[in-house]
């Protein structure tokens, strides 16, 4: 059965879904958590959506892609120097710190944070395990030697030259089209297998392979909780949906989480 209370409807649903998401969390000895833009949201950092998914009137998929790299590389910097810029004036958020306090109730091992992210805000915030199913704006990847490197803070110019052999360096990122990262997505798939529950965190939930995770919490018989605005895709799957801005309910569950241990 499926608990869903929109923010806005009567407070007893509201209420109960939270005491049943609390209720889940409390019983599930190991939790995944699966993250998207709809987290960093209230950081600052936009989301791929609230753009309408365009970037200067591009379809996000048509500039984070190699072909885009291929035709127009200058253009496709542009795209990232701008993000990586707006990263130097963001911060954590009240959701991002929550994650933290789970992390250190559950205990390392019974704790992964799969986060589809790449602005690093996990990190930052002071999560341990995490998994970045789609790379990272921080780090640069060279198109000749394949060095990653860590750029965070840097201002890159639109076509950077990789500083050991002089070849085109592109974001450390994963775009349309390209596989995740073997050992990212293996890890991510073996937490989620092994979890009690699924909390799934401010995302539409339509990019795939990172989408296909809820699935295969269902597919364990784990429990989805779904924190978002609105509905998606996950909420048909989801045992319960808290809808609201992350940054406020992620905060009241964790703290209603702990109240119960001295109750
Ligand atoms: C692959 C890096 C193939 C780039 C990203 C047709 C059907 C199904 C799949 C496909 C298809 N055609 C192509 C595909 C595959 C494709 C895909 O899934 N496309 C989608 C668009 C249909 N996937 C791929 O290409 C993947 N690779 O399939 O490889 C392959 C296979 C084998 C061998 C070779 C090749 C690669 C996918 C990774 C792409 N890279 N990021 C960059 O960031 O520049 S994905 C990118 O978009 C983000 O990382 C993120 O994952 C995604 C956006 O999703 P969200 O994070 O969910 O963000 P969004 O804005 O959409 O939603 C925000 C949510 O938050 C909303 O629900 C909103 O309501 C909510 N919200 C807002 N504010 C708040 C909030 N919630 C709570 N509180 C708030 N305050
Ligand atoms: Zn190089």
Redesign the pocket.
């Known amino acids: 059965m499926n608990h869903s209370s929109q923010a806005n409807t009567q407070q007893g649903g509201q209420e109960e879904a939270f005491e049943l998401a609390v209720n889940l969390l409390r019983s599930s000895r190991r939790v995944a958590v699966l ?5 960093s ?2 950081s600052g950092v936009p ?4 753009a309408g ?1 365009l970037w200067e009137g591009h379809r ?2 048509d ?3 190699p072909e885009a790299f291929e035709r127009n590389p200058a253009f496709v910097w542009k ?2 120097n701008q ?1 990586r810029a707006g990263l130097k004036t963001v911060l954590p958020n009240a ?1 991002h710190h929550a994650l933290v306090d789970l992390e250190q109730r559950l205990g390392t091992g019974n704790f992964t944070l799969i986060t ?3 602005d690093g805000l996990h990190r930052a915030a002071g999560s341990v395990r995490i998994l970045e ?3 990272n ?1 921080g780090r640069t990847r060279c198109t000749g030697c394949s060095r990653v490197e860590d750029r965070s803070g840097e201002t890159l110019t639109d076509l950077p030259a990789c500083p050991h052999c002089q070849s085109p360096l592109r ?1 450390d ?8 990262p073997a050992k990212a997505w293996e890890e991510a798939e073996e937490a989620v297998r092994n979890c009690r529950c699924l909390l799934v ?11 296909g995770l809820i699935y295969l919490a269902r597919a364990v018989n784990a429990a989805v909780i779904e ?4 509905n ?1 895709p996950a909420s048909s799957l989801a045992r319960v949906s808290l809808f ?4 406020q ?1 992620l905060p009241q569950l964790v703290t209603r989480l702990g109240a119960g241990d001295d109750a």
């Open positions: 993250t998207g833009a709809g987290v949201a209230e989301t791929f959506r609230d998914g996000v998929e500039v984070a892609c795209f990232y993000r959701g589809q992210n790449v199913l789609h790379g704006l974001p990122i994963v775009w349309f089209g390209e596989v995740l965190v401010g995302t539409s939930a339509v990019v795939y392979p990172a989408a924190i978002n605005r609105e998606t609201g801005p992350s940054g309910i």
